[in-house]
């Protein structure tokens, strides 16, 4: 399988070692899910494992990974969309063990309890912040809160140094690579929103789009961005859109991410800071 084959490849692609994208195209929203698997000896972990009705192509994936169901001891949900979410009886079904744990943050139980049948919802600080194999390998989990939900996190595994990032760095549209390419001639834009350049070839304006769209805030985002900072990451592997591994194209989309405004509510209301809040009282009259 050629590393730069589109999404809809059949099969799992190894993005990292013995780290396999198993995403699928949603053609309805017009997204690219990345759903994750980690395997770790005779163990595995699924990051962020996706929607309810593309569960048989994610499963066929991690299949095609040659490992049995029964292996995968913990799902991981960064945050509660149903695009992440959507399966988790459906694995719960699959792995039938006992002792499988969903982990999410704790303001997000209340949510997760709604997909989640069989298993306990094990929150961040149960863990300490961390999951371990039994090998030793660790995966970190770093709060990044409302980017975009509450309890959102990011995780790293420290061993391959990527940083699954669900939402933060993804982005809309389905036709494109699995890995970013930055065209040179993007490298040096200095006006994304009227990029001369886009579809097929720069995939930015839709980064800068979902990120306005999605996220609350910019302060939101820039926290999030702070927060990833002090990680030691090599590979950003985001929920939607392409998987970025060049150190200089993971620069420029942070640089743009970090300085990106209208994002969110900022983006509705500008630089409105005074509200009306008498309004209720004038109803009466
Ligand atoms: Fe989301
Ligand atoms: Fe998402």
């Known amino acids: 399988m050629s590393e730069t084959s589109t999404p809809n490849n059949i099969r799992a692609v190894e993005i990292a070692d013995s780290i396999y994208w198993v995403g699928y195209t949603d053609t309805k929203s017009g997204m690219q899910c990345n759903p994750y698997l980690i395997i770790d000896g005779e163990e595995a972990v699924v990051v962020d494992g996706g929607s309810r009705p593309d569960f048989p192509s994610v499963m066929m994936k991690i299949l095609s990974t040659g490992i049995a169901p029964s292996s995968i001891r913990a799902l991981i949900y960064q945050h509660y969309d149903p695009d992440l979410c959507g399966s988790v ?115 930015i304006p839709d980064i800068l789009r979902f990120h306005r769209k999605i996220f609350p805030s910019e302060r939101a985002v820039r926290f999030a961005l702070e927060q990833m900072a002090k990680v030691p990451f090599s590979l950003i592997a985001p929920q939607h859109g392409r998987i970025i591994r060049e150190a200089g194209d993971i620069e420029i989309v942070w640089r743009r991410l970090a300085t990106l405004s209208g994002i969110g509510i900022d983006g509705l209301l500008g630089d409105r800071c005074e509200f009306n809040l008498d309004c209720m009282i004038s109803r009466r009259r």
């Open 89 to 203: 009886p459906h694995f719960e079904d699959i792995i039938d063990r006992q002792d499988l744990q969903i982990i999410a943050a704790k303001s997000d139980h209340m949510f997760i309890h709604h997909y989640s049948v069989s298993s306990p919802v094990i929150s961040l600080e149960e863990l300490n912040h961390q999951f371990r194999f039994s090998s030793g390998r660790t995966l970190r989990f770093i709060p990044t809160p409302y980017a975009h939900n509450a309890g959102s996190y990011v995780t790293f595994d420290e061993r391959s140094g990527v940083l699954f990032t669900s939402d933060l760095f993804g982005s809309y549209g389905v036709e494109m690579n699995l890995f970013m390419e930055l065209p040179p001639e993007c490298k040096d834009c200095k006006d994304f929103d009227r990029c001369p350049n886009e579809k097929p070839l720069c995939p």
